[in-house]
């Protein structure tokens, strides 16, 4: 493409990064499962930021209602497939990256996908493909950044070493087969996680509880905007571009939450308090469900 030159896009990285680092992130390679909302947030961070590889992978297409949040969704590419109009995107900024296009068929790719992989980063929302993607990770050594079903910015990375999400948060779906993982237990699922978030952060001080109950009881989509999916996502990529350059610091596969609201940053509660405000929580939740 006439005008574009590499080290030129990314001269203004310097100060950040140096020279040797920004090589690293060219011939770097990224997984990202999912790229609408955190997951669009993050490939296009790392795209500027001059990652030269990636495969994406998404199920499905660009509607109206993801204009709110989604940066490659515009009206342009409204009812086109969510991968492909991302990649076209992301061309659209480095032509030279090179950029591998996956739909539903990701999950039986793994074997392949996982070890030519540098990190990943998780953007998609479905458990049973989530659970199934963390135990490959954890078996080919890579690390997995990811987020929670927050109304709050959040992020997480996942080492080889951590405990899965699924054991942590006490997924029904340990020790199940993830292709038999029924709708039932990913609404629980989605349960246990947001029952971590509201342990964990204020999260319940920040959103309309009430259309937060539909969401946990499985009858509305998750709710979204703008500002938060998108800082979370940029949060997201910050942690793969540590793992990539091998920087220390950034978070653990606990992760934290950014109040923007209070202008502070959320920590893991302590075990013993934890407990005792789980035990609130979930009466809270029942009471709010029912």
């Not at 074997?111 to 998780?122: Q, S, T």
Request: proline share 4%; glycine share 8%.
């Amino acid at each position: 493409m006439t005008g574009f030159d590499y080290d030129e896009m990314t001269t203004r990285n310097r100060g950040f990064v140096t020279a040797e680092e920004q090589d690293r992130l060219r011939a770097a390679h990224v997984l990202i499962p999912g790229v609408g909302g955190m997951g669009g947030a993050a490939f296009m961070a790392l795209v500027r930021a001059g990652v030269g590889r990636f495969t994406i992978a998404d199920i499905d297409t660009f509607e109206v209602s993801n204009l709110n949040r989604q940066l490659f969704a515009t009206l342009d590419t409204v009812g086109a497939d969510k991968a492909a109009a991302a990649r076209a995107g992301a061309l659209r900024i480095n032509p030279e990256a090179e950029i591998e296009l996956l739909g539903a068929a990701w999950t039986g790719e793994l074997e392949r996908l996982i070890p030519a992989c540098d990190v990943i980063v998780n953007g998609m929302d479905d458990a049973a493909a989530g659970v199934h993607l963390y135990r490959r990770a954890e078996a080919h050594g890579r690390t997995v950044i990811d987020a929670y079903a927050s109304p709050l910015p959040s992020v997480t990375v996942v080492k080889p070493d951590a405990p899965r999400p699924e054991a942590r948060l006490g997924y029904p779906t340990v020790g199940v087969e993830w292709t038999v993982v029924t709708a039932a237990m990913r609404t629980e699922c989605l349960q246990r996680e947001i029952e971590y978030v509201l342990t964990h952060s204020s999260s319940h001080a920040h959103v309309d509880l009430d259309i937060a109950a539909e969401v946990a009881a499985g009858k509305r989509s998750r709710f979204s905007f703008a500002t938060m999916v998108t800082m979370a996502g940029t949060m997201m990529a910050e942690e793969a571009i540590r793992v990539i350059l091998g920087r220390g610091g950034g978070t653990d596969h606990r992760g934290y939450f950014f109040n923007p609201h209070k202008v502070r940053i959320e920590r893991p509660l302590a075990a013993p308090i934890a407990a005792v405000r789980c035990f609130a929580v979930r009466r809270f939740m029942q009471k709010m469900m029912a």
